[in-house]
């Protein structure tokens, strides 16, 4: 049974940092292309950022230079350093495969970006 769950999210100001976690069990996080999504409120869930199996990295546009994505693969666990947050950033984060498996969605961490 997968199973992913988030955590590191909180209520921030803008310009503060975040990382937040994603502990996976059930998969071995180095082999899928493993990401970030995000959803505000009122807004489709979107794709913040990838790693795949090589370690290659890929950012949305408004997020580049200032979140990093990572992966431990001995704690098989993915991550992602948010710096320079600003209040557009607002949204649950989510990881998942890329692309998503439907099935194994978990609950998300709140990241709250005040101005």
């Known amino acids: 049974q997968v199973q992913l769950v988030e955590s590191g999210g909180g209520l921030v100001q803008a310009g503060g940092s975040l990382k937040l976690s994603c502990a996976a069990s059930?998969?071995?996080?180095?082999?899928?292309?493993m990401a970030w999504y995000r959803q505000a409120p009122g807004k489709q869930r979107e794709l913040v950022a990838h790693?795949?199996?090589?370690?290659?990295?890929k950012y949305e546009d408004s997020v580049k230079g200032r979140f990093t994505i990572s992966r431990d693969n001995a704690a098989n666990t993915v991550y992602l350093q948010m710096n320079s947050l600003k209040p557009e950033d607002t949204a649950v984060y989510y990881c998942?495969?890329?692309?998503?498996?439907?099935?194994?969605w978990g609950q998300g961490t709140q990241v709250t970006v005040s101005s």
């Open positions: 790693i795949t199996s090589g370690a290659s990295t």
């Open positions: 059930g998969i071995t996080v180095s082999i899928p292309t």
């Open positions: 998942n495969a890329r692309p998503p498996w439907s099935r194994y």
